[in-house]
């Protein structure tokens, strides 16, 4: 029975690429010359740090291109809000991995609602789509694509 799994993943690796490549950027630019602006992670929180507000919306934008270029989805940063404290500014961005049950059981109930002839169970923190014919798979992505969950998916382990 063909089946595959929903998941939300980030690839941590190229996150740290474009956080590094950020970095390297604020080095060289004028702006932020003096600013001692930085971009630090740890684990799945990046932290941007800079004077004031509007360096910190010029680092996040400059962050976000970054990570496009790499090829990460940008709905799997949830951003926190601005602190400053005197001449400091800081946000929290965390990075969301997997699938909430919440989200599991908005994707299932979206699945149903379509009357595609599929079964589809929460294992963890992924969803996981059996049914018999390979097609009904398919439109299941396509209309797991065309729809606005919130959360950057992949389909993976696709099997006949």
């Not at 926190?80 to 991995?97: C, F, P, V």
Request: aromatic residues 4%.
């Amino acid at each position: 029975m063909p089946s595959f799994d929903i998941v939300s993943e980030v690839d941590m690796h190229e996150v740290a690429n474009a956080m590094d490549q950020t970095n390297r950027e604020l080095d060289t630019r004028f702006d932020f010359k003096g600013s001692g602006a930085r971009v630090e992670s740890t684990d799945a929180v990046l932290s941007l740090q800079a004077g004031n507000e509007f360096q910190i919306r010029q680092m996040l934008d400059i962050l976000h291109k970054k990570m496009a270029k790499r090829g990460i989805d940008i709905d799997a940063l949830s951003e926190g809000e601005i602190e400053t404290s005197g001449n400091k500014a800081k946000l929290d961005i965390t990075i969301r991995q997997g699938i909430d049950q919440d989200s599991a059981r908005k994707l299932i109930k979206l699945i149903k609602e379509s009357k595609i002839k599929v079964q589809s169970s929460v294992q963890g923190d992924k969803v996981r789509v059996t049914g018999k014919k390979r097609d009904d798979l398919q439109e299941v992505i396509r209309l797991l694509r065309e729809a606005n969950t919130g959360l950057p998916l992949q389909y993976i382990n696709f099997r006949d």
